[in-house]
């Protein structure tokens, strides 16, 4: 799915920690663009405010170091964007048009004879399913049957009990046009949106940063129109041994378009003194499911124990590798096929990744080429810097698994 706005933020040591008021400046903003949609985001951010108070310094910043910067990232996307609670019969001049080259159709209609709006990602079909008529509607469009459509959609708009009941329309403005990018059901949706899940993961993370008086840095950050990816990580590194170094953190990954919870894992940096490097990714540690309150996620972050745990084994375990270790046909063999097994959700973009760090290794191994675990963890990383967030979480927990197979017994 292309995004229609990215953007990336990278830490730089001169970045900046963040005040508490400009932490809270997520909520606000957040408020800001909802605020037409439901008196009951009030009590909702209220709640998280309550649940999920910032744990400051004496200075009154929180110790993330470049916070502020991705603070800042954050708003320039939130800016572009707007809820609005629509009815069925708030929408005027239905119509579905072909986007060529494909033969994909998308849904073009107005509001109260406001801007032009058309869909995007799978908001047509969302919209269709709402009223059964998804599967149906793709086969008339298919078949050049829009009127039939219309007529249906008509139908269903001067029809009381069908066209009354509201739903949430999220749109975002890019580049002078406005796109509906989803529709939820505030019944059953919680909005947990970017803002929101990353106040949460910033609270929880003070709380942690002051309990164990480590400071942070938010390494990365990635912002699009529906996801969000932060990277914080602890900002001192610990010495192994032999020039490697470990650096543990965490990971808040986000949709805000209400397909499934947002995540909080453990994952660590390994480097060497050459400054080779790869990033490991753990076992989730908490979630903030979009169907649950407040009080209930913060119950789920009670458990974030288990990342000084995952920390103290990760660095427990990284001590027993032999990074410089010469790696066998028997060793290679063994990583191809720990990596090309079971492949999770979205195998068909990741792939190309795994196909690309094979033919690597089965060229060197053709070569009688000799390389360490290091320097084979390091490629890895390489084909990784530039993929998808997604597709580099599902490769770093891969990373993750081999790592075991290679601590010495």
Known sequence: MQNLKLISNNYNPNDDCATSIQVERLLSNYKKHHESVDNNDDA???KV????PIITN???EVRI???LQALNSVEQITNFKTDKKLKLSDLENIDFKLVPPSTHHEMYFNVANDSNYSTIYNAKNTFLDYYDLAKHANYLLKNGKNVNLLDDLNDLQSTDNLS????????????GSNYLRAIVSKGRYKFYDNPIALY???SVLSQYIKENNRDFICQKLIVTDSKLY?????????????????QTGLILSNSELGDGAASFNAYYVIRNSENKKFVGLNSPIASINHGNNPIRIEKSFEQLNKFEKQRIDAIAAVEKVKFTKKLTRDDLSK???LISRHMPMRQTEAKHVKDRWLTFVEAETALKNTFSLMDLFDKLNSFLENEDPDIQLIMESRISRLLRHFVKK
């Open 65 to 67: 170091l470049g916070l």
């Open 164 to 175: 009354s009941r509201d739903f949430t329309y999220r749109f975002i403005q890019n580049n």
């Open 230 to 246: 932060a990277y914080f990580l602890e900002k001192e590194s610990v010495t192994i041994r032999n020039g490697i170094t470990i």
């Open 335 to 337: 990583v191809a096929t």
């Open 200 to 202: 949460i993961a910033i």
């Open 49 to 52: 405010k309550d649940s999920f």
């Open 44 to 46: 909702l951010i209220k």
């Open 58 to 60: 004496k200075n009154g």
